[in-house]
């Protein structure tokens, strides 16, 4: 699986829930509000723009919004609700792709880093923000935390969401720091509908060192985009990095 056959046409027109899930106000504003203030009063790109679901309402609190995106079919969503004058889109890798302008803010939301699959380019895409970013910049990351804790010996699934009409599951590859995750929907009939995106996952640690060899130093750490504290319990943190002011 490639990233362009996963973020297909399909995908693109099912990807928004205005008002639930990713789109739920409690999870929206508190993002939106966090970044405002990271930006500073500059512009902000976004890599992995995506349909919009964070750059159409940061724009809308006056934030100038750039996004790099790698699927044409997500960018056309996007468009139904924002034209090129008010968020402009690059198509192609966030790992090497360049906007123009400079920016006071690089952002990566949802996990999407762990979309690009080795270390290798997970380092390109620190060094790509560094690229684009003023003196005193920063580049914020939201990811989740491996669940390896989970992992029993011998056992390589965990299942991490089960409701009425959805079962969430992923597939560890310990080895080479992969994993897939399964989106099982069903309702009353005897069909499911499957959906899969690989990923490789990153210890803060590690994201850290990326951090390091880009040029970035750790600013702060959360668990969420409200200020929680980050501790061993947590799933998942929101990581600020900044580009020293002289550099």
């Not at 989740?144 to 965990?158: C, D, H």
């Not at 409701?163 to 992923?170: S, V």
């Amino acid at each position: 699986m490639n990233q362009e056959e996963i973020w297909d046409i399909d995908a693109a027109q099912r990807y928004d829930t205005p008002g639930t899930g990713m789109f739920a106000p409690e999870i929206l504003r508190p993002t939106v509000d966090r970044l405002a203030e990271l930006a500073g009063g500059g512009a902000a790109l976004e890599f992995a723009i995506g349909t919009g679901r964070v750059a159409i309402p940061l724009a809308e609190r006056g934030v100038p919004v750039t996004g790099i995106e790698l699927s044409r079919p997500m960018v056309r969503q996007l468009r139904t609700r924002a034209d090129e004058a008010a968020i402009p889109v690059i198509v192609g890798d966030m790992a090497t792709s360049v906007a123009p302008g400079g920016f006071t803010l690089v952002y990566l939301v949802y996990n999407t880093i762990s979309n690009l699959l080795t270390q290798a380019e997970q380092v390109e895409c620190f060094r790509n923000a560094a690229r684009h970013l003023e003196p005193g910049g920063r580049f914020v990351i939201e990811l989740w935390v491996p669940e390896l804790r989970k992992l029993p010996p011998g056992q390589t699934a965990t299942v991490w969401q089960a409701e009425p009409g959805y079962i969430g599951l992923d597939t560890y590859d310990v080895l080479r720091q992969h994993v897939v995750s399964h989106h099982f929907r069903f309702d009353d009939t005897r069909q499911a509908r499957l959906t899969r995106s690989p990923h490789r996952y990153i210890w803060p640690a590690e994201l850290d060192l990326m951090a390091q060899l880009a040029g970035f130093e750790l600013e702060s750490r959360h668990a969420d985009w409200c200020g929680g504290e980050f501790t061993a319990e947590s799933r998942s943190h929101v990581s600020v990095y900044r580009i020293p002011p002289s550099r």
